[in-house]
């Protein structure tokens, strides 16, 4: 079936270092793909997505590129800030529902 | 426009009693959904709804109950709480009934502890 699989956690920065959190997936046609974050004590906000292959998702400095060969979407930031602390979900859109990765934690230090 | 809106956020539950999650959304959304959210294992699929009176399974549907007799209005009962139960619920909604690029707005969530 459908499924996306994260690296795990925690990723580990210190301020102004660059990130990546890699994520692939498994699915049957070509669903969109999304990054989800999730700061403490809070609800999950949509943080970019991508609909297509070769399409790239971009907002607050994160990129993701929807790589159709590699079934993959990694998650990219050039210097990650202490403010970007967080979970973050990878999710593929399949029929009805989304499925969602385990979630990677980063924790930037000052 | 509030988007999605969850109550309550935080609830304490003894064993046996029941409760109703309420959501509802003002985006005249077709589609609703509830998710449970526990640690490793990501975010996983309750019950849906692709409009009113429509109502399907997630994929952990077992102890709960949903109905949809509005457009904007989802809750989710538990018909007797079992410390299993003990997550973080979310609602969420969408325009797009199959599919495709449409975003998925969720609620803020509501932390269920079940004693």
């Known amino acids: 079936g459908d499924s996306v699989t994260q690296m795990e956690g925690p990723v580990t920065l210190s301020e102004e270092a660059f990130l990546t959190i890699n994520c692939t997936y498994t699915a049957t046609g070509y669903p969109s793909l999304f990054w989800y974050v999730q700061y403490p004590g809070e609800g999950l906000q949509l943080l970019l997505k991508a609909t297509k292959a070769d399409d790239k998702g971009s907002n607050k400095g994160f990129e993701a590129t929807y790589r159709k060969e590699t079934t993959s979407f990694h998650l990219e930031k050039g210097s990650v800030q202490v403010s970007d602390s967080a979970v973050y979900f990878c999710?593929?859109?399949?029929?009805?529902?989304?499925?969602f990765g385990t979630g990677t934690r980063l924790l930037v230090s000052p | 426009n509030a988007g999605v809106t969850q109550t309550p956020k935080f609830q304490v539950l003894k064993t046996g009693q029941s409760m109703t999650l309420q959501c509802a959304q003002d985006?005249?959304?077709?589609?609703m959904s509830w998710y449970r959210q526990d640690p490793g294992m990501g975010l996983r699929l309750i019950h849906y709804s692709v409009g009113a009176g429509i109502t399907d399974q997630g994929e952990v549907p077992n102890g709960y109950n949903v109905s949809r007799s509005t457009t904007e209005d989802f809750p989710l009962r538990l018909l007797s709480a079992a410390p299993s139960q003990t997550s973080v619920y979310f609602c969420?909604?969408?325009?797009?009934?199959?599919?495709?690029?449409?975003?998925?707005?969720f609620g803020e969530g509501s932390w269920l502890t079940v004693v």
């Open positions: 969420a909604s969408s325009y797009s009934r199959t599919g495709g690029g449409n975003t998925i707005y």
């Open positions: 985006m005249n959304h077709e589609y």
């Open positions: 999710a593929q859109r399949g029929f009805q529902k989304l499925v």
